[in-house]
C-alpha cells in the first residue's frame, strides 16, 4: 500500500506568520489532497456514526439524526504532517462534547474509526472541551469525499492525520493504544507547536 498520494512535496516560500507552527510552510489556497488507499464513497442511506468501547450507553446515529444534532461553525488553522498548514479553514459540524455527552464515558482514550481504515488514538482531553468536531461541510459546502466526506474528524491542535477522513465512529478506550498512523511511525500524540511528527520527536 502506498502512503504517498496528491499534495506531497509541492511546497510555497516560508512565511514568518506567527499562526505557523514552526517547520511548516503557508499552503495558501490550496488544500493538498493525502490518503492512503483509495477514496470511500459510503451512500447516506447507508452511513451511520457511533460511539462504543467502555461507555455505559452505546449511542447510534443515521446521517439524518446526526444532521439533527446541535451544529457549530468552525473556522480554524490546520496543520498537516508533511509540513503544509492552512489558515482560516471553514468547517460546520458537531461537537465530540455532544456525541460523548450521553454516552457515559468510562475511559480516558479515543479512537475514531472510519470507511478508509484510519483509526487516530486519541487522549480524551484532546476531544472534549470543545476541542474537536465530527465536521461535514468545508468552506459553505458539503464536504467533498476527497477531504473526508460525508464526515470527518476534526481536531485542530494536532497534526490534521488525527483528524480522521471518512469517520464512522468513536471507540472509547481505557488504555493508550497506537492508531493506523502510529503504527507506521508516527507521533503519538502530534502537537505541531513542539514538532511532534515521527515517534521519537
Given amino acids: 500500500m502506498s502512503l504517498v498520494s496528491r499534495g506531497f512535496g509541492r511546497q510555497r516560500s516560508a512565511t514568518t506568520d506567527d499562526r505557523l507552527p514552526p517547520g511548516q510552510y503557508d499552503t495558501g489556497d490550496r488544500f493538498p489532497v493525502l490518503s492512503a488507499g483509495p477514496t470511500p464513497r459510503t451512500p447516506l442511506a447507508q452511513w451511520d456514526i457511533v460511539v462504543r468501547g467502555e461507555v455505559a450507553a452505546p449511542q447510534t446515529w443515521t446521517w439524518e439524526e446526526f444532521r439533527a444534532l446541535p451544529r457549530e461553525a468552525v473556522t480554524v488553522d490546520i496543520h498537516?504532517?508533511?509540513?503544509?498548514?492552512k489558515f482560516g479553514t471553514r468547517w460546520e459540524g458537531v461537537s465530540v462534547d455532544t456525541l460523548l455527552a450521553d454516552a457515559g464515558v468510562e475511559g480516558s482514550y479515543v479512537v475514531a474509526f472510519s470507511d478508509g481504515?484510519?483509526?487516530?488514538?486519541?487522549?480524551l482531553d484532546d476531544v472534549?472541551?470543545?476541542?474537536?468536531?465530527v465536521v461535514d461541510t468545508y468552506d459553505g459546502q458539503p464536504l467533498a469525499?476527497?477531504?473526508g466526506g460525508p464526515a470527518r474528524l476534526l481536531v485542530p491542535h494536532l497534526y490534521f492525520w488525527k483528524s480522521a477522513k471518512w469517520v464512522r465512529g468513536l471507540s472509547v478506550r481505557p488504555r493508550n493504544e497506537p492508531g493506523f498512523w502510529e503504527t507506521f511511525g508516527y507521533h503519538d500524540r502530534g502537537d505541531p507547536w513542539?514538532?511532534?511528527r515521527y515517534s521519537g520527536d
Fill in 128 to 133: 472534549s472541551n470543545g476541542r474537536a468536531w
Fill in 194 to 196: 513542539r514538532e511532534q
Fill in 80 to 85: 498537516c504532517v508533511i509540513k503544509w498548514s
Fill in 145 to 147: 469525499p476527497e477531504h
Fill in 117 to 123: 481504515g484510519y483509526t487516530p488514538k486519541l487522549p
